[in-house]
């Protein structure tokens, strides 16, 4: 993949785990690389794939732009021809999970590739999907205990309502209440904080990644061609990892000349879309609201009570929602108030239940043509019915391409990165699939290295200093050209500790509002006067694909308000602290992955057809 003389220099996964399945009975096919587009994918695949691996292993003076060589042995990209034969979709095999287990982005594959340039050899050590549904799925195979017991499953939830993640009590009363485990966060934990640690300095410390570089005289150095190199861990980033396991290794403080959230929003000012820094909805943000059972919708605008009283939380509102289906059935906006509402990750995506949609997106259906030889019946009533169902898997499909998508907004300025080969725009927010996402917004992300979090710990919070869409410096029309996004900043992680705090322990007022309240509240309810919550520094000038975005990160006590205020009243009469976040589900696993998603030009193209009304942005906001 290059462009005139500059090149992507190769990457070679030297370890490898692939199977290589000759025998693969499903709906895709090889690659034929007499067909452009299936070399393209090739392309973008090892490209992506490398690009990621670089930002992880290599010192943020590299320049260099990299491509894999070829995928490791035994793992094969293919492909599937859509039915309307308009697009293809590209997903990697190879996986010991099976022949049918699949990578359905580049992103999913690169915690795999880091796994696989470790030193580690156990696949519970890994922390992509497809290893961790195989070993979960090896240990349910295992013989029971003494008691032979199985654990009892997760309530099934109503057909056609939102999966809740399972909860603490599901034969409780009320909306179905969040679960507490997350995928990602504790199933390889349970050897404690000093295995966490091994895992992670293994991941910093490669031993089968080979290096092939073709120099050229424009780069950094004047050589001959093809010098083979081993990788060497800077000792930066070893000393990084040692201090994110050990809070009496300092790190200092960030730089006083760079502060790490703009003064703008240091002194509270509300920016377009919000009614608050820290407040929980946002315009334009994709939510689940009450009307009888749970539905999705899109928030449209927010209307301020009259008799609101500071500070202005979610509860001073009446938000306006646009339900989710299609434009044609015409679903009339409603005003729900926030104790109605959810955001959109507290719950799962219910499975499409009606064969004909099943394996097809939002755009490629003819809903008109649907509707009507779907809802023919001489009952009027079962019509209507009929109706009702195709505008709920209407919008369980448009809320699951929506997930995969991004909009940036008000851009602030671009230029090309070292070398000249990547343009970088720079902007102050961005629709990232369901939520807005702006600078000096908190946000959930994968830990260094994607390592597996201590189980009790709350996750990686990275506060957010940059937003860069990364773009080749030939594609052309910034809304059409692939496009990368990523996410830069500090990362931190809420801990409680022992007075005097650490020098890695760093004010919260420096963070921002969110931060403050997070600990305000935490502060208030511990019962031990010589313990004191506070935001460790975990990784600085920390690097995020989007893919390892997990979401917006809810300053707790405004979320469980929401999702479950009988038990947050409890909490803090005990001085409890439950951590919300884990209610949560991650953007990754929520949509429908593969090459349906990417850049959009504005929120409104994004929506399509999914909202019966044109959504306007917020004043203030530039969409780009």
């Not at 590299?62 to 070829?70: A, C, G, N, P, V």
């Not at 949609?357 to 649907?370: G, H, I, M, P, T």
Request: with cysteine.
């Amino acid at each position: 993949m290059s462009n005139g003389d500059d090149e992507y220099y190769p990457l070679t996964i030297a370890r490898s785990d692939g199977k290589g399945y000759q025998d693969i009975r499903n709906k895709t096919q090889a690659l034929d690389f007499n067909e452009t587009k299936d070399v393209e994918q090739k392309e973008r695949w090892e490209v992506i794939i490398a690009g990621h691996l670089a930002q992880q292993l290599f010192p943020k003076t590299e320049t260099r732009q990299f491509k894999l060589s070829d995928f490791p042995r035994g793992y094969e990209l293919r492909c599937s021809v859509r039915k309307d034969g308009a697009g293809r979709d590209y997903f990697l095999f190879g996986h010991p999970a099976g022949p049918t287990s699949l990578y359905r982005t580049p992103g999913e594959f690169v915690l795999h590739a880091l796994w696989l340039l470790s030193d580690a050899t156990d696949p519970s050590r890994c922390s992509c999907d497809l290893c961790i549904k195989m070993v979960e799925t090896n240990k349910s195979k295992q013989p029971q205990g003494p008691s032979g017991d199985d654990p009892p499953g997760p309530a099934q939830p109503p057909k056609g309502g939102p999966i809740p993640k399972p909860g603490k009590d599901q034969s409780a009363p009320g909306p179905p209440a969040p679960a507490k485990p997350a995928q990602e966060q504790g199933k390889h934990g349970q050897q404690g904080e000093q295995q966490t640690v091994q895992q992670v300095q293994t991941f910093q410390a490669p031993i089968s990644l080979k290096f092939r570089y073709r120099f050229k005289q424009r780069y950094l150095f004047k050589s001959s061609p093809q010098v083979p190199m081993s990788l060497q861990v800077p000792s930066s980033l070893k000393a990084e990892c040692r201090c994110y396991n050990n809070p009496s290794v300092s790190m200092g403080q960030p730089t006083p000349s760079i502060p790490a959230v703009p003064q703008s929003l240091l002194q509270g000012q509300a920016p377009p879309g919000t009614t608050g820094l820290s407040n929980v909805f946002r315009v334009g943000e994709m939510v689940w609201y009450k009307q009888q059972a749970w539905r999705l919708g899109l928030i449209l605008s927010t209307v301020p009570k009259p008799t609101a009283q500071p500070p202005y939380d979610d509860s001073s509102y009446t938000f306006v929602v646009a339900p989710l289906g299609h434009a044609l059935l015409s679903l009339k906006q409603l005003q729900k108030e926030a104790i109605d509402m959810r955001p959109f990750l507290t719950f799962s995506v219910p499975a499409v239940s009606i064969d004909e949609l099943a394996s097809k997106f939002f755009e490629a259906v003819d809903w008109q043509a649907f509707a009507i030889r779907y809802s023919q019946d001489p009952d009027p009533q079962k019509r209507s019915l009929k109706l009702q169902m195709v505008g709920l898997e209407a919008s369980k499909m448009a809320a699951r391409g929506i997930n995969d998508c991004f909009s940036p907004f008000n851009k602030l300025r671009e230029g090309p990165t070292p070398g000249g080969t990547v343009l970088a725009r720079h902007y102050t927010g961005v629709y990232l699939g369901a939520e807005m996402v702006r600078l000096g917004d908190p946000v959930r992300v994968n830990a260094p290295g994607g390592a597996p979090e201590p189980p009790g710990t709350s996750p990686c919070v990275m506060l957010v200093s940059e937003i860069k869409v990364l773009t080749s410096a030939w594609g052309g029309d910034a809304s059409t050209t692939p496009a990368t996004l990523q996410f830069e900043g500090n990362v931190y992680r809420v801990v409680r500790a022992a007075l005097p705090h650490p020098s890695t322990i760093i004010a919260a007022e420096s963070l921002g509002p969110a931060f403050v309240e997070e600990l305000s509240v935490r502060n208030e309810i511990e019962r031990d006067p010589n313990v004191r919550w506070g935001w460790h520094l975990v990784q600085r000038d920390a690097v995020r694909p989007d893919g390892e975005v997990r979401g917006r990160f809810y300053v707790t006590f405004k979320l469980m308000a929401l999702i479950n205020p009988k038990t947050l009243e409890e909490n803090r009469a005990r001085g409890a602290v439950e951590e919300a976040q884990t209610y949560l589900n991650n953007r990754s696993h929520s949509g429908l992955g593969g090459n349906h998603g990417g850049r959009r030009e504005s929120r409104a193209a994004t929506l399509g057809k999914a909202v019966s009304t044109q959504f306007v942005a917020p004043s203030g906001m530039v969409e780009d």
